[in-house]
């Protein structure tokens, strides 16, 4: 029995004392940078100048637009604060103005929020809506400074800024870290030092192709003592073919791809090719503009090319049913909304979706310019109920093994398969018209309206109405939110959290920018001097010194800014769920690093498609594992069934892929850490790992270095060695020499280090 206790109680004890031990390299100021609302970190004291965009119209946004916004059904007293118009406008009464610019002080907004009467203090007590005296203040303030009004700032057409002056310009490598130095020199913080080569070797590995270094990799790197060390690995990273699979994994979840229909009986689809394609464009690099409008309207491009055609499988991403009973109607309707709402995450990062029942509470849009953008969707030769069983419904394209010579190698046909056919966009012949939908229902008409985007972002002045109008659209030079809204994204994937926290809203509701001005010199710099380039944005990033930073902070730093929202250290972030399984694998040995090709069915719990498929599923009806080296591929090739996603996965705050997500949770639960501990796939490859390392003939200090250099990527200190080969002698005592090894091993891959990107 004590033999027993002593198994399950060891490990737990050695996991938490090298977890929270607190080593040369780790510091107990650690903090996770969460997705918090960007604003002054001490909100006592009110700002001196008072900016609308970035003070006001936030309290307007959360305190006033739900009775006097831009939804004129719920608006209360003819009155809107969303406009110009609206604040300078009379009051209800005709007695004063809102904003009286000829007498600021006798303004009524003023007189409302500061009043003592129920009945005529704003917000009114009913509304469960109030004011604190610092907003009250900054609404007061703005008032008496003259209320100059903005648009919402990012409507506003970004401009290059001026290159901010700086005082420790020695810890400046390029013009990110100038704007950045500005804010830790403003908030009186302090400058951390650049990161050990190991980690920052790790770092750029995870986040540039997603998996880890080899020790050979680590050694040559540590050993090039060249001033252009760095540059030449993170050359050599955006070269490799892991880099595509690294981009195209993120990918996934905003085109929401699955291997599967979705819905009840969730049958399988084919739309791994163009899985393939994506892979393909980002080792390619296809500038951004291209790769977004080969997607959104390729099949549009005057004599558009196959592989222009094949990238178009992006907007038939979306569920489709094969149920017998339902409306084809409805979901055809439910189809082009998905589309709709899809689009404009992703490219303006708005939540238009708001607005398919009633006019934007929130945002300035329309119910009429939602139905005008989702009419770009709404011309597809599709059918809302398909056939059971039909793998690529219409439209869809065939490519043969023959046309694979012909420009489409990128499509990793087997052997097997002497064609694939998948689905892609096509417009049909009669083009449908398009109406608004009283409350989003597909048989609710109201009128008809055109194809249009929104007119607070930026009129569409072409009018021939078709999605290459709108691609051509977004990356006009006039268009505010598209280079805003894609730098900001990829900044997200290397911080961990975005200049701007809510990727998916840059409307009035979401985080203002805590770097603006970095913000738009990024924007301004890929779009005008890089040309869409999206290595070369990468690149700039990890070759800041931002980036190459220690995660270790001072108390000074973390007293002032506990976030770590001014970046004065990198942030400490988690591996993304793919990265945790690949991880694994890779440094396992068992990692099989193949391009492209049919998603893979790798090792799974039993039973977990049983539960859903209710007699249907076709050949989906039972999990039926691949075998040889589809065990081991990447975690972007597991076959993704939407009603019962990859659960490792899920465990691990990867998406859903049910609709498009630009950010995924961030969790930390007891069920990650049992899964670490006991999913067989991880227990085998540690066991292959552990034994090729105990059979080599070396001592136990040195095969103990070897396997933490293998899963950590550095190398381990004194005091950890020494816990180590206790832990070693504590299983040794209980279990051969070989599985105290073994054991060893897993207790290195459940470390928190193991999990953590730096």
Known sequence: MKKNIAFFVIPFILIILLKYYSSDRFSDDYIENSNVDFEVLNVSNTPETIDFNFHVNPILSDKCFACHGPDDKQRKANLRLDTKEGLYQMTEDLIKRVIDLDNLEDSEMIRRIFHDNKSIVMPPPESNLSLSEYEKNILKNWILQGAKWKKHWSFIKPEKPERPEIKNNDWVKNEIDVFIAKNIENQNLEFSKMESKEILLRRVYFDIVGLPPSIYEIDQFLNDNSDNAYEKVVDELLESKNYGERMASIWMDIARYGDSHGYQDDTERTMWPWRDWVIHAYNKNIPYNEFITWQLAGDLIPNANKEQIIATGFNRNHKITQEGGVIPEEYRVEYVADRAITTSKLMMGLTMECARCHSHKYDNITHDEFYGFYSFFNNINEKGLIAYGDFAPEPKITVSKNELKEGLDFIKLPDSLDKVTFMVMKETENLRKTYVLNRGLYNLQLNEVKPMTPSAVLPL??????????????????????????????????????????????????????????????????????????????????MSSTYRQSSVTTNLNYNIDPENVYLSRFPRQKLSAEMIRDNILKTSGLLVNKLGGPSVKPLQPDGLWDEVTGGGGGSLAKYIMSSGENLYRRSLYTFWKRTVPPPTMMIFDAASRDNCEVKRQNTSTPLQSLTLMNNPEFQKAALHLSRNIFEKKLSLNEKINILYRTITGRIPNKKEVTMLNNYFDDENSLNEEVVAFDKLCMLIYNLDETSQKS
């Open 461 to 542: 002045k072409k009018q021939n109405g078709n999605r290459l109008d709108l691609a051509n659209w977004f990356f006009s030079d006039e268009n505010p939110l598209t280079s805003r809204v894609v730098v900001n994204r990829i900044w997200q994937q290397f911080f961990g959290v975005g200049i701007v926290a809510t990727p998916d809203d840059f409307g009035s509701q979401g985080n203002r920018p805590i770097n603006p001005e970095l913000l738009d010199w990024l924007a301004v710099t890929y779009q005008k001097d890089d040309k869409w380039d999206t290595k070369k944005l990468i690149k700039r990033i990890v």
